[in-house]
């Protein structure tokens, strides 16, 4: 395993069991350091992102789960006279860029020999976690807000996972899974265990390989709980530290307005976000009024390394909508890095990728 240690008390993450938090502190856990990358560690014949399985931190002979995820377009258009590459995240095996991390966190759990474990999603971490538990015959519990995508409800419990619809906001069904965290059962959360981020730095080295082994000039992606950018950083962090390329991107980081904590203390000139009013908004996938990883990717971005921004809800369906007359059908939250291209064209490092992060057809009007 690559070294996790608590961010608080630096203890070290236990060989033999999968708590959630730390067990002296209550600290988060994170990787310290970060598994480094090596181009000449690089598998070839492996399946989609399972190409950089040496780059996960997981330990010699770990079990491996996978759905084929990874390996997904960059597709490239012309907006308002810029090139911008779409990375196509909803085009993973369960719709969502939460197959990257949920394959790497599974195969942990599954290196735990855990057998039931719980998670609390507003819908595609749940959905990614019960097809990637399904896969390694670990039974499943997912606790949603009531008002999660009835499609999406849909897939969680068509992968046999047991579903725990929790009334309010989404910050109830994160109270509800971790009384039974607390309780005992482990709790494969995406937002507090720190495996799956390196799974998602594969977005950024495929981005790489994609674009020539060269870097773009800015990535813009949708935060909630912080974990897709604080990822994708990490991974051009590791290659610019491997000296494969000259700088790192821009960064952008978007948040819909109706529920901003991270962009809040950014403006504010804060290095950890406070807990805001959790507002309803279309975009459900960022509706996170407490996010875990806030602090570590306010940190990482600091030294004008690059900016947050919110968006109203006014124009996150337009936006969704012509990304539809581009071809390309995602969902609200998606909609959120084409709504922040438009509102920085010219004003940020070109080329822009945008990260779509889940497709349409989890969408319920």
């Known amino acids: 395993m690559g070294s996790v240690r608590c961010v608080k008390c630096h203890f070290s993450y236990p060989e033999d069991s999968a708590p959630y938090r730390c067990p002296r502190c209550d600290g988060v856990f994170d990787f310290d350091p970060f598994p480094s990358f090596d181009s000449n560690k690089i598998t070839p014949a492996a399946t989609g992102m399972w190409r950089y399985e040496n780059m996960f931190g997981l ?13 997904t377009p960059l597709l490239w258009l012309e907006a308002e006279g810029e090139a911008v590459g779409l990375k196509c995240e909803h085009l993973n095996p369960t719709g969502s860029y939460k197959d990257r991390g949920s394959a790497v966190l599974v195969s942990h759990l599954m290196g735990r020999n855990v057998r039931l474990a719980v998670e609390d999603s507003s819908g595609n971490a749940g959905a990614s976690f019960a097809a990637y538990a399904a896969r390694a015959g670990i039974k499943a519990r997912v606790f949603v807000p009531e008002s999660a995508s009835g499609p999406k409800r849909k897939q969680i419990e068509q992968y046999g996972a047991e579903l725990i619809r929790v009334p309010g906001p989404r910050s109830e ?29 594969t977005i950024a080295y495929e981005i790489w390989e994609q674009m020539g082994r060269n870097a773009p000039g800015s990535i813009i992606a949708p935060v909630g709980h912080g974990g897709l950018l604080l990822g994708v950083v990490r991974g051009f962090d590791a290659l610019h530290a491997a000296g494969l390329i000259s700088k790192q991107p821009y960064y952008v980081g978007v948040q819909a307005a109706a529920c901003a904590p991270i962009v809040q203390a950014f403006d504010a000139g804060k290095s950890e976000p406070e807990m805001v009013a959790e507002q309803a ?5 960022v509706r996170v009024n407490t996010p875990i990883r806030g602090t570590a990717l306010l940190n990482a971005l600091s030294n004008n390394q690059g900016t947050f921004i919110s968006v109203v809800e006014e124009e996150i369906l337009p936006a969704y909508a012509e990304l539809g007359k581009c071809g390309i059908y995602v969902e609200p939250t998606s909609a959120l890095a084409w709504c922040a291209r438009k509102l920085l064209n010219g004003k940020i490092p070109g080329p822009v990728v ?6 349409g057809l989890k969408y319920g009007e």
């Open 173 to 201: 069904a994160a109270k509800a899974v971790r009384q039974q965290a607390d309780a005992g059962i482990p709790y494969a959360s995406h937002a507090y265990l720190p495996f799956g981020l390196a799974g998602i730095a």
């Open 281 to 285: 908004t279309l975009a459900e996938g």
């Open 354 to 359: 945008a990260i779509l992060t889940g497709t």
């Open 59 to 71: 330990p010699v002979g770990n079990p491996q789960v996978t759905l084929g995820e990874g390996n």
